[in-house]
T-cell receptor, first 111, second 114 residues
Framework: AQSVTQPDIHITVSEGASLELRCNYS??????LFWYVQSPGQGLQLLLK??????LVQGIKGFEAEFKRSQSSFNLRKPSVHWSDAAEYFC?????????FGAGTRLTVKP | DVKVTQSSRYLVKRTGEKVFLECVQD?????MFWYRQDPGLGLRLIYF???????EKGDIPEGYSVSREKKERFSLILESASTNQTSMYLC?????????????FGAGTRLSVL
């Protein structure tokens, strides 16, 4: 069955530290890949997307993600986390107009 | 900017009530979606629509129905609310172009059924 896995339910990092959120998917072909962020009490905002081409994509708020076909992964990274990055992050995969979301990773930022 | 507006941020209803959740988008998008979001489960698709008066079931349609009488508006209906429908409901819209499927989300409606 097609699925999107975010292995980490909750991650805590110190402000200024680097961040990597993991995402793996199980699809036959290369789907379209997305990362969304949800601040408390808000809807989802698109951080970045991968459709084709360069496997390292840049997004808003200083985030980037790298698509690795061999690992079926699309991990989200940020070199230096800010307190305002505390939120829930969702990886999403669109395969032939069938969008699937991961369960989310909640990020806590320590002062 | 795309704007997706959900009419209520918070709703409290009683078991057995008929509940309407409204969603309006202002970008002439063909596609509209209703999801529910529960802790540890991510977003699960309830219903979606590719055109006016058109609807398709998602993964968890039981207990819900939808209405799309106008392109910009997509309503989710709980015919007889139950406590297990207490959740956060998110509406989204997207263009209908094949392969370009960025979904834009509303702020969500947190529904409590007592």
């Amino acid at each position: 069955a097609q699925s999107v896995t975010q292995p980490d339910i909750h991650i805590t990092v110190s402000e200024g530290a680097s961040l990597e959120l993991r995402c793996n998917y199980s699809y036959g072909a290369t789907p379209y890949l997305f990362w969304y962020v949800q601040s408390p009490g808000q809807g989802l905002q698109l951080l970045l997307k991968y459709f084709s081409g360069d496997t390292l994509v840049q997004g808003i708020k200083g985030f980037e993600a790298e698509f690795k076909r061999s690992q079926s992964s699309f991990n989200l990274r940020k070199p230096s986390v800010h307190w305002s990055d505390a939120a829930e992050y969702f990886c999403a995969v669109d395969n032939n107009n069938d969008m699937r979301f991961g369960a989310g990773t909640r990020l806590t930022v320590k002062p | 900017d795309v704007k997706v507006t959900q009419s209520s941020r918070y709703l409290v209803k009683r078991t057995g009530e008929k509940v309407f959740l409204e969603c309006v988008q202002d970008m002439d998008h063909e596609n509209m979606f209703w999801y529910r979001q529960d802790p540890g489960l991510g977003l699960r698709l309830i219903y979606f629509s590719y055109d006016v008066k058109m609807k398709e079931k998602g993964d968890i349609p039981e207990g819900y129905s939808v209405s799309r009488e106008k392109k910009e508006r997509f309503s989710l209906i709980l015919e007889s609310a139950s406590t297990n429908q207490t959740s956060m409901y998110l509406c989204a819209s997207s263009l209908g172009l094949a392969g370009v499927f960025i979904q834009y989300f509303g702020a969500g409606t947190r529904l409590s059924v007592l």
